[in-house]
């Protein structure tokens, strides 16, 4: 590694000592900046996930102007999806819409299982691109099996999930032949993205937090278990995020993570004692970066308090950046975590 290379993030993923809390900020590339703003006016949001170099441009434009410790590839959790031959569109007020919902045995029977390398090959140019430029770590990603089968099902975004809990309850052997095929496919993807020079992985579990503890060790789980047991060879930290999750982290932690990710919810001190020798990622709420400076970098000076016993700590946001926030008030809390964080 280049003596210019900054290996915090990696390091806190590990546990060993840093001389900083690494910070990265979950969804850091994105419409909140107006030089990704500019990008965007151009292309739609797929065309984007599926030109490199745009992409590169884009992922590289936090880590320039914030100056986080981490870079996170720009793409999306549906990528695969779409490449499973489910067709998907981006609505500009709706997200993400899958017109072809899977509900029934032909439709799944109809999805692949794709060669990541031939089918998202534009991704995996993406990362190779980036770490040809990048001082810091590049995290690769995907959506954990339940997240993805969530979109697939509903044919889009949800509030109740009906459709999704329908099948779960219903018709549970369609449910768990959805979730295998999104697992293999997840498997080979990241795998892929290992590969082409990812240097950790995220897998997010933005709706794991709709289910009750017994039906998330049921049917969301054993899924993430086997994805991330497959991974142990590439010798990548993984990160696994469940989103609303502070009810499910006894069993999150028996992922095999490395890395739990957590959201606001819970104070970080407890979530800590629940997860063992095990880093945490995490979890000032998005919404107070709001916060006027003084009580912003007092609210990070307790959260990082808070992390001591640590076993290690990367600083992030309890989900993504809301696309309203200032990038000024972003930068002042990562300058913040530097500054208040440096041992
Ligand atoms: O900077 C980064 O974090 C990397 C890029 C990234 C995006 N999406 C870009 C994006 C990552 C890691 C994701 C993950 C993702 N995508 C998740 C998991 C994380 C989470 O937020 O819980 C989910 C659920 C999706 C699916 C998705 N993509 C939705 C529901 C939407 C629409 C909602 C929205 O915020 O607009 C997207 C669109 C999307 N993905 C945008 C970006 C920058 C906005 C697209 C635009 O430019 O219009």
Redesign the pocket.
């Given at each position: 590694m280049n003596a210019s290379f900054n290996d915090t993030f990696l390091k806190a993923c590990r546990g060993e000592k840093t001389d900083y809390t690494p910070i990265w900020?979950?969804?850091?590339?994105?419409?909140y900046l107006p030089e990704?703003?500019k990008v965007?006016g151009n292309v739609?949001?797929l065309e984007?996930?599926k030109n490199p170099e745009l992409c590169v441009e884009?992922?590289l434009q936090?880590v320039d102007i914030l100056r986080v410790d981490a870079a996170?590839?720009?793409?999306?959790?549906?990528i695969p999806m779409e490449a499973m031959g489910a067709p998907l569109y981006?609505h500009?007020g709706?997200?993400?819409i899958f017109p072809e919902p899977i509900r029934t045995t032909e439709a799944l029977n109809k999805l692949i299982v794709p060669d990541p390398d031939e089918h998202t090959g534009f991704v995996m140019e993406t990362i190779r691109l980036l770490r040809q430029e990048l001082k810091v770590p590049l995290i690769g990603?995907s959506?954990a099996p339940f997240?993805l089968a969530t979109?697939l099902i509903e044919g889009?975004?949800s509030k109740v999930f009906w459709e999704t809990k329908k099948m779960m309850f219903t018709q549970p052997a369609l449910f768990h032949a959805l979730m295998d095929k999104i697992s293999q496919c997840t498997i080979l993807y990241l795998q892929a993205q290992a590969r082409a020079g990812a240097q950790a992985l995220?897998i997010?579990?933005?709706?794991a937090g709709v289910l009750a503890p017994c039906d998330f060790a049921e049917f969301a789980l054993p899924y993430v278990q086997r994805i991330i047991s497959k991974l142990q060879d590439t010798g990548l930290p993984i990160i696994y995020?469940a989103?609303n999750g502070a009810t499910l982290l006894k069993l999150s932690a028996t992922t095999g993570a490395d890395v739990l990710g957590l959201d606001w919810r819970i104070n970080i001190g407890d979530a800590i004692r629940q997860v063992g020798d095990r880093a945490v990622q995490g979890n000032i709420d998005p919404f107070a970066l709001l916060l006027p400076k003084d009580k912003l970098r007092q609210r990070i000076a307790d959260l990082l308090e808070g992390a001591k016993e640590a076993y290690g700590h990367i600083f992030n946001l309890g989900?993504?950046?809301h696309?309203f926030t200032p990038p000024e008030q972003a930068k002042i809390a990562i300058d913040a975590v530097h500054e208040l964080s440096a041992r």
């Open positions: 900020m979950m969804r850091q590339a994105g419409r990704y703003q965007r739609t949001f984007l996930c884009v992922t936090p996170i590839l720009f793409s999306d959790i549906l981006f500009e709706r997200g993400p990603f959506g997240t979109y889009g975004s995220q997010f579990d933005s709706w995020f989103n989900h993504g950046i696309q």
